[in-house]
């Protein structure tokens, strides 16, 4: 079974109803809701989600998010993903420090819609909607 790691963008698309990103991300999240792909997310990234609901009141956000927490397992930066992150080549810290939480989750796949981001990536990087046309 494959394990895709969602960035953040992947989430927000799918929880904010983005236009045109929002289906493929609904959709990613519906194969792992069916346990047909494991998904997992840093909780950075989940963090990062609870951030940009501002939008709801706060019984709705928790309940999209508990939502999320019952088909995204959650991967805790410590410090080595920290300290790799800091030795890393990519550009963008956080990008980095996803990337290591996707290296220790053992993730087949990162899931965003900014695949260039993570070009230093040893680990296939694609978006949501190339995802899908691979399984």
Known sequence: MKKAFLDSDILLDALLKRPMFD??????LALANQSDIIAVTSSLAFMNVHYFLHKYDRQRKISLLKTLRSIVQI????EDEIDMAFNSK???F???VQYQCAMAARADVILTRNTK???HSSIPVMTAEQFLKTL
Do not use: S, T
């Open 90 to 92: 990519f550009a963008d």
């Open 75 to 78: 991967v805790e930066i410590g």
């Open 94 to 96: 956080e990008d980095a």
């Open 23 to 28: 289906l493929p991300a609904l959709n990613v």
């Open 117 to 119: 981001d993570y070009r």
